[in-house]
């Protein structure tokens, strides 16, 4: 029969708060790791990445935490607006495996007025 | 600021039918992958390929799949004999160099298998 789509799990944050956006990753071995952002009908658009030599990283209105010692990573979105509506994707990856990605599930972001 | 594209962005096609999808990576990365997302799935990795040769390639990337670099600018995915189940948005994504890790997106094609 046809396969049933992932039932992205949602997280409705009111304009202004904070938000954090979880992820547990697969590999022990992974050395990258990319939080991507996804509009409707639009492909994947990078906001932050992270190496595992770090456990901490900050942007413009965004950090992300990486806890090797139980494989999660974490990412935080300050003062959230309109505009980052949208599904949030973690990703890992290898470079002794040629950097392929290994997208995480996703999550729903809906940003209230 | 330079990006990935991707041709068409819709495509419509009989089962059976031969389908070539299109990118043109950022002109100075070294480094091509396809993946692709069925509707309301996640992201899964297809091939990458780099020195116009497949450097890794998934389960999914059976035989009906190839991919290469034409004319040292357009990536292309090629699908044989498609499937119903091969519906899905094809992302091209392009990478600098191994030291730089962060792959850039196309905006995707849209595939429908009828």
């Known amino acids: 029969g046809e396969s049933v789509g992932l039932h992205l799990p949602t997280l409705s944050v009111q304009e202004g708060d904070n938000s954090i956006i979880n992820c547990a990753y697969s590999n022990s071995a992974s050395d990258y790791f990319i939080w991507y952002k996804q509009e409707s009908g639009k492909g994947p658009q990078f906001i932050i990445d992270i190496r595992s030599n770090m456990d901490k990283r900050q942007g413009q209105r965004v950090t992300v935490l990486l806890n090797k010692t139980v494989k999660h990573l974490s990412l935080q979105i300050a003062a959230t607006q309109p505009g980052d509506s949208a599904v949030y994707f973690c990703?890992?990856?290898?470079?002794?495996?040629?950097?392929?990605?290994?997208f995480g599930g996703g999550t729903r972001v809906l940003v209230k007025p | 600021e330079p990006e990935v594209t991707q041709t068409p962005s819709h495509q419509v096609t009989q089962m059976g039918q031969e389908v070539i999808l299109r990118c043109v990576p950022i002109?100075?990365?070294?480094?091509f992958y396809w993946y692709r997302q069925i509707l309301g799935q996640k992201v899964e990795f297809l091939v990458s390929f780099y020195n116009n040769e497949i450097s890794e390639k998934s389960e999914i990337f059976d035989d009906q799949f190839s991919v290469e670099r034409p004319d040292g600018s357009n990536f292309t995915l090629k699908i044989r004999s498609t499937k119903l189940e091969d519906s899905a948005m094809y992302f091209c994504?392009?990478?600098?160099?191994?030291?730089?890790?962060?792959?850039?997106f196309g905006p995707g094609t849209r595939l429908l298998v009828l």
């Open positions: 002109s100075n990365h070294l480094y």
């Open positions: 990703a890992e990856s290898m470079k002794a495996a040629g950097n392929k990605l290994t």
């Open positions: 994504a392009t990478l600098r160099t191994t030291y730089q890790e962060t792959q850039y």
